[in-house]
């Protein structure tokens, strides 16, 4: 299984502060997110990491990117600087390689790959995706660019439930009819952890699902 995602930030206090995180402190972050990374990732998985994993020094970035499970690739960007050091050896984390631009083939598909968004990307006029981080982004941005037509995805933690996002997911996203997308957004709330039980509406809205989304599924039974 093929992985994305982007904008961890381990160990940054900020990120929680200005991306609202729903965490009190970066320990308790720092451990959600490998938490829910190694529930989805098996070892023999793929993951590539769009960037701004943390802003701390090699020692401590190899540490807790080694936790994580998975064969990774890091593309990397500004917040990235350990990834620049010398010191820094990507084999002793699990890294199979470090870029800033990578284009991956899958199923005759072609997803551009980059820490920030494209205005325009290769082949976009041929239905090339363009898979990025850097935004920060809540949900409901990947379902407008969804109904807009326009194949660009955020993989960021922050519009994912804090967790990896399968290249299979969001093709089919991307490409399903609306029982795919429904059965994404059911398999995404079974692996949620949440301190209480969460209503059906409060589980669509934790995904950035609204009312009008939700119009979609109308004719879809659900169990």
């Not at 299984?1 to 972050?29: C, G, Q």
């Not at 829910?36 to 098996?42: A, D, E, F, Q, S």
């Not at 407008?144 to 967790?163: I, K, S, T």
Request: hydrophobic fraction near 35%; charged fraction near 25%; proline fraction near 3%.
């Amino acid at each position: 299984m093929i992985y994305l995602t982007s904008d961890l930030h381990f160990w940054h206090k900020n990120a929680i502060v200005y991306t609202n995180r729903p965490f009190e402190t970066v320990e308790e972050m720092n451990e959600k997110l490998v938490e829910n990374w190694n529930r989805t990732v098996h070892q023999n998985d793929e993951v590539y990491i769009l960037g701004d994993v943390t802003m701390v020094r090699p020692n401590r970035a190899t540490e807790i990117i080694s936790r994580l499970k998975g064969r990774k690739y890091l593309l990397m960007w500004n917040h990235d600087c350990f990834a620049r050091e010398k010191q820094f050896d990507p084999a002793g984390c699990g890294i199979e390689w470090v870029k800033m631009y990578h284009e991956l083939h899958w199923q005759n598909r072609t997803f551009v790959l980059c820490h920030y968004p494209f205005v325009a990307w290769n082949k976009d006029s041929h239905g090339s995706y363009n898979l990025h981080g850097h935004l920060h982004s809540p949900a409901e941005y990947n379902f407008l660019n969804r109904e807009n037509g326009r194949r660009q995805f955020d993989v960021g933690v922050d519009a994912n439930d804090f967790r990896p996002v399968s290249l299979e997911d969001i093709v089919a996203f991307f490409e399903g009819d609306d029982a795919d997308l429904l059965a994404i957004a059911n398999e995404r709330m079974q692996g949620m952890s949440t301190k209480v039980l969460l209503t059906e509406e409060e589980s669509y809205s934790r995904l950035g699902i609204t009312e009008e989304d939700l119009k979609c599924f109308e004719d879809v039974e659900i169990e």
